[in-house]
């Protein structure tokens, strides 16, 4: 019983530091910077105790007695913890000045930010279908509310009810997904389902196949591939510059999660039934994305339409899974981490110096920083090379093993353009370095 506990308490504690914060909100003596300390404290006590955890041997299931197989605990779901507890930390330590010259900042941020770690996790963790729903819905709730905050902004408040509409829409293709696989298979269990599908053939599985795509769409849909990515870059571009940098890199992560998980252990064995599917969307989404990167004015929307084409190069890397490549799974991860730290790294930089701005960052505004920054361009600089996949990068590995995936699965065409895209985001990068 202890043990189980102990398995849980990281997650447990930062949704009870979310209700916490909720209730402190209301006080008078307690300010932002105290809440954000309380905030930073409770994602930091989660991160401690979630790292001795790393390395474990063996899945095990938190409380089978009660919830049967709905929560699992490994490797995979404790890496992703800690990112994003890492993530949301950095998110609150780094944009400590802008909250400050914001005056539409209250202690309901903090829980927000709290709440959204919490439906991350949750996500990380599911085991069947309606505990990732509800993991899900958690945190896209939360990522709303941070997107119009500033509720006194007409182009935050509208891309808040941009997000929301097509959010909740897209949320009802899951649910309908996932009915459909329960009246097929009498489980929403992954491992249950797995199972069944094994064991029947193509015939039987359409209702399993129909439901597995609608999964897909609300996939898609959150990680803003084309065509599902028409709110990407207003959503970016509204939403307060902290929340921005939370969504990039925290968020994404965390929908790629149960999207791997998912293809790796529900649909493993007929995923190559999607290939062709994801193979068109990878490639629109890389030439879509990397239009919207190069035809933006402001260095945010150009991070967002950046970040499109980022989800096309781990998109090649799922469908290479469904091909048979080994290498595959291993680079979409380690390409993950490379994104995080490389998006956390960006927006970051960018959030720290719209603290002191009160519009939008265009490119102009960066002429001379390295005169007047030069540490901190130096930084931007290393980070926007590492987005473009420069050599000696981590961006340039993550890239690097996404490529051999691709051509270890026979997927020449989508390497070839990988690499083209990633020589065509040479230009909307070192645009940025070159004006610093």
């Keep these: 019983m202890i043990h189980e506990l102990m398995q849980i308490l990281p997650m447990a504690i930062v949704v009870i530091g979310a209700f916490i914060l909720m209730l ?3 006080s008078r003596v307690v300010d932002l910077n105290k809440l954000n300390l309380v905030a930073v404290f409770f994602l930091a006590l989660s991160f401690l105790l979630e790292l001795p955890q790393f390395g474990r041997t063996e899945a095990v299931y ?8 709905m929560y699992i605990i490994d490797d995979f779901s404790t890496l992703f913890d800690l990112m994003f507890s890492a993530g949301a930390i950095m998110t609150l330590l780094i944009n400590t000045d802008y909250f400050k010259s914001r005056s539409y900042f209250n202690g309901e941020y903090f829980a927000l930010i709290l709440f959204s770690v919490f439906g991350m996790m949750t996500l990380a963790h599911s085991n069947e279908l309606i505990t990732t729903f509800i993991g899900l819905e958690i945190a896209s709730l939360s990522i709303y509310a941070l997107v119009g905050y500033h509720k006194k902004n007409k182009i935050s408040s509208e891309a808040m009810m941009k997000y929301l509409v097509l959010g909740s829409m897209t949320g009802a293709f899951f649910v309908l ?13 992954f491992n249950d389902i797995s199972t069944f599908i094994a064991s029947h053939s193509q015939e039987d599985l359409t209702l399993v196949i129909v439901g597995g795509t609608f999964i897909m769409i609300t996939i898609m849909f959150k990680i803003g591939a084309v065509p599902f990515h028409s709110w990407v870059v207003d959503v970016y571009h509204g939403a307060p510059y902290p929340v921005t940098m939370f969504m990039a890199s925290t968020f994404k992560i965390a929908v790629f999660a149960i999207a791997l998980r998912i293809y790796l252990i529900e649909f493993a064995s007929i995923s190559s ?54 290498m595959a799974a291993p680079a ?67 890239k690097f093993y996404i490529f051999t995936a691709a ?21 909307y990068y070192f645009r940025l370095i070159a004006v610093m």
């Design 332 to 398: 979409i991860m380690f390409y993950l981490i490379a994104y995080f730290i490389s998006a956390v790294g960006a927006f970051g930089i960018l959030s720290f110096i719209a603290a002191h701005s009160k519009k939008q960052m265009t490119y102009e505004d960066f002429k001379g920083f390295s005169q007047r920054r030069p540490y901190m361009a130096l930084m931007m600089a290393i980070f926007m090379l590492s987005l473009s996949g420069f050599p000696s990068t981590i961006g340039f590995l993550g």
């Design 62 to 69: 938190s409380f089978p007695e009660i919830f049967g197989k």
């Design 177 to 189: 997904g996932t009915a459909l696989i329960y009246g097929a298979t009498g489980s929403t269990d």
């Design 273 to 326: 039934l999607w290939t062709p599917m994801l193979q068109v969307l990878t490639i629109v989404t890389l030439i879509g994305g990397s239009f919207m990167a190069i035809s933006q004015s402001t260095v945010k929307r150009m991070l967002a339409g950046s970040s499109i084409v980022h989800s096309g190069y781990m998109l090649i890397a799922i469908s290479s899974i469904g091909l048979g490549s080994e």
């Design 24 to 26: 402190l909100s209301r």
């Design 407 to 427: 051509i270890e699965s026979g997927q020449i065409l989508l390497a070839g353009l990988g690499i083209l895209t990633a020589f065509i985001s040479v230009y």
